[in-house]
């Protein structure tokens, strides 16, 4: 088992999402003491009596949802179990970007859900947003389960729903767990509660210790974007010449035949450097410095990959994006390409579906894109791109689609259809 867990939290607004996080905070002694003092502080000038554990992350939050920035705060805690990294994303529509920002990583996410409220349209969004991204496991919590009297019949009809749109976006049935919980008063998330005899599956906390997590995908194909080129031309080193980058897939060692692209010229990985010294391998997620038997022409952008089974090579990518701007896309727009390190021009040349997360359904050449929307479509790159199918490479299946004017970001984009529904029309 990984002694790691990234986890996402996603919901509507005021589903109590910043009071389960602080209540996570709080009982996992994840909290400085002099953090703890303001908040109870706070809270009795509140005139509660007991600490408002939402203020252990709201002032950040309230932040964000003004404006200020829209930036996914992350957040560090460990049991003796497992260390947790939870990336804690804004509730409003508006933000929906964050989940994917949020998301990209996890591998795990809870979904709040209000008890009183049920499953809402934002709900379904947030969990078609996951599955697009591959988020292999999800906690629907249907907190302020206080709020309806612990009601069980309620607590089932929300879990029902869920788990039925949850299973038409691909989840399977075992990888969707329903917890009732009030992040309150603390049901559930640490210690069972007495108020729910009806439900004995484990806790959040227990199910986040335990939840198994798939390793890291060190046995994939090599893949490794440079970031630069390291060339000191010091009389210590005047003819040391290395490509800095972070492995994003697979395992890299002394001897294995490697392929550049886009150039396509083949040589061996001689050395892997470190500030600390040379490595005998380097795993995916570790930053290092590549040597190579010959002396290429590499610069920043290009990807040393595994010559055996190098990604495909393409200037026509068939993607799917999670619109995330207010300006609307439209067929025959002109947008900036950033896979890896390269940045490269592109065409929009057609919008072949857009996704209704509410309907579970497609709509066949869609005019637009608007704010929050999924779809998928053809882009034509200005040059060829060494890419992976998202559902198959993640991390080099990703890429942004960028504004040329501005620079500001439009979409995220994932090579292939990794939602099921969009390959039924």
Same mark, same amino acid.
Do not use: C
């Given at each position: 088992?990984? &002694?790691?867990?990234?986890?996402? +939290? ?13 209540? !996570? ?19 009795? &000038? ?8 939402? !203020? ?15 930036? #996914? ?11 947790? #990294? ?20 996890? %591998? ?19 969990? /078609?947003?996951? /599955? ?8 629907? /919590? ?8 612990? &009601? @069980? ?13 949850? =299973? ?45 997590? @798939? ?18 031309? +010091? ?21 294995? @035949?490697?392929? #550049? ?19 005998? %391998? ?9 040597? !190579? ?49 390269? =940045? ?5 040349? @057609? ?26 479509? =053809?882009?034509?790159?200005? %040059? ?23 620079? =500001? ?17």
């Amino acid at each position: 088992m990984s &002694d790691l867990l990234r986890l996402a +939290t996603a919901g509507s607004v005021d589903d109590g999402k910043s009071t389960l996080v602080g209540r !996570l905070l709080y009982d996992t002694k994840s909290v400085l003491a002099d953090t703890l003092e303001a908040v109870h502080r706070a809270s009795v &000038d509140k005139g509660l009596s007991t600490p408002d554990l939402s !203020l252990l992350v709201d002032g950040l939050r309230s932040e964000r949802e003004q404006g200020i920035t829209i930036d #996914v705060a992350y957040r560090y805690f460990a049991t003796d179990k497992r260390t947790f #990294v939870l990336a804690d994303t804004p509730g409003h529509v508006q933000y929906t970007r964050n989940t994917v920002t949020g998301a990209s990583t996890a %591998e795990l996410a809870i979904l709040l859900v209000d008890a009183r409220k049920g499953v809402l349209e934002q709900t379904r969004r947030h969990a /078609a947003v996951l /599955a697009l991204l591959g988020v292999p496991r999800l906690v629907l /919590a249907v907190n302020k389960i206080d709020l309806v009297d612990y &009601d @069980e019949g309620t607590f089932q009809m929300i879990a029902k729903e869920f788990t039925a749109h949850a =299973t038409s976006l691909g989840y399977p049935t075992g990888a969707v767990l329903a917890i009732p919980v009030s992040a309150l008063r603390g049901d559930n998330v640490v210690e069972h509660s007495p108020h729910t005899p009806w439900y004995a599956g484990p806790t959040l906390l227990d199910h986040l210790e335990t939840v198994p997590v @798939e390793p890291d995908p060190h046995e994939a194909p090599f893949r490794f974007p440079v970031q630069y080129v390291i060339r000191p031309r +010091t009389q210590e080193h005047p003819d040391y010449r290395g490509y800095a980058g972070q492995v994003a897939a697979g395992t890299v060692r002394p001897g294995d @035949e490697v392929v #550049v692209l886009p150039s396509g010229v083949r040589t061996t990985v001689v050395r892997v450097d470190t500030p600390d010294g040379e490595l005998p %391998e380097a795993v995916a997620g570790r930053s290092v410095t590549l040597l !190579l038997a010959d002396d290429l022409d590499i610069s920043r952008g290009d990807v040393i990959a595994a010559a055996a089974n190098a990604p495909e090579l393409t200037d026509e990518l068939s993607a799917t994006l999670a619109w995330l701007a207010d300006k609307p896309l439209q067929p025959n727009a002109r947008v900036l390409v950033k896979s890896g390190a390269r =940045t490269v021009q592109a065409v929009v040349t @057609e919008l072949r579906t857009r996704f209704d997360e509410q309907k579970l359904s497609t709509h066949d050449h869609p005019e637009t894109l608007t704010l929050n929307e999924i779809g998928q479509v =053809t882009l034509h790159t200005a %040059e060829p791109l060494p890419v992976d199918h998202y559902s198959s490479r993640g991390r080099t299946g990703a890429f942004l689609v960028i504004d040329p004017a501005d620079g =500001t970001t439009l979409a995220a984009g994932l090579v292939g259809a990794p939602l099921p529904l969009l390959d039924k029309n």
